[in-house]
């Protein structure tokens, strides 16, 4: 499907000052809005009661941007440390060496009356001499000055590669996290059905980009598990985490009978196994009424592509 980036993901990947959370406080706002009693944005029509408190605890860890440099503002040399490190030295060095220039060269001048010394004849070794010293004096100072601002500027730029290093360690815990989804295992084995459609929405988050995903209750759910809006349109999806059984063609209708009733423009059936065919019904209600299937396959791949940055 064909996607654009959401207003919620843009602010997220605005925040540099504070990595996520400015997401986070938006969807929060629109969780609360929906589960008050209004109509969410882009469904005309939610029946009272519909939205699962759970949603207000979703993550939406599959939509989190890798943490980059400039980001927050920084260039490379703001954060390379061995860079820094070099800059000190080379200053410390620069200082030194025109420190000893000057002293050197004065010394020689002053040495030439008291010592008579034949070096200094000519007034064009005078000449040459002080040039060479005092050139070499300059060529020291202005080495000095580049090491010098080069380091002004990576200390100035403390409070954002503080919030830098921070938001990058807060990522590697995300990557974690979304790496063992990529298991097939953690889908097949270690969820039950409630975590399972947790973690559908979830995926589905990353999938849409968008963070408007609500979970229905598990009551009286009006044939979905999760409601979305995207860029792509309104989409509702359907989980089943059944084990050594297929859904068929009762809840393919099921599902497209939800997808004509809150106006979707996309279905999803969710489940560790493709549907039956049940004589072709599930692939034709699929091609006519715009719904989608992920198997347990389908699912691994989605959440490789998104942890990769290979998605949709």
Known sequence: METCESLPLFLHRNFYAQPYRGLIALVRWDLGEAMSGEAWSCFAHLPPGLIDPRSASLTLNWLKPRPTHAGFKLSRDEVDTDRYERNVRVQRQALFAGGFLAVGVTGLLLAKPVFALTLFESDMSVF?????????????????????????????????????????????????????????????????????????????????????????????????????????????????????????????????????????????????????????????????????????????????????????
């Open 128 to 312: 040459l001499t002080v040039w060479a010293g005092v050139s070499s004096l300059l060529l020291s100072f202005f080495i000095y000055g580049l090491a010098a601002m080069a380091a002004m500027r990576y200390r100035r730029a403390e409070p954002r590669r503080t919030a830098f290093l921070s938001a990058r360690v807060e990522f590697e815990q995300i990557d974690a996290w979304r790496q063992a989804r990529c298991d097939p295992k953690f889908w097949s084995e270690r969820l039950n059905e409630a975590a399972f459609e947790f973690e559908a929405a979830e995926l589905l988050a990353g999938y849409l980009k968008t963070g408007q995903v609500m979970l229905t209750r598990t009551v009286s759910d009006y044939g979905v598990d999760v409601l979305a809006c995207a860029p792509a349109g309104r989409i509702v999806a359907l989980c089943k985490q059944w084990k050594g059984r297929k859904a068929g063609a009762r809840e393919v209708r099921e599902l497209a009978g939800s997808k004509a009733f809150f106006a979707a423009d996309f279905g999803l059936l969710i489940s560790l196994e493709s549907p039956s065919d049940d004589g072709g019904q599930a692939a034709d209600f699929a091609a006519s009424q715009k719904l989608e299937f992920w198997d347990l396959a389908g699912i691994v791949a989605v959440a490789q592509q998104l942890r990769t940055g290979n998605g949709p």
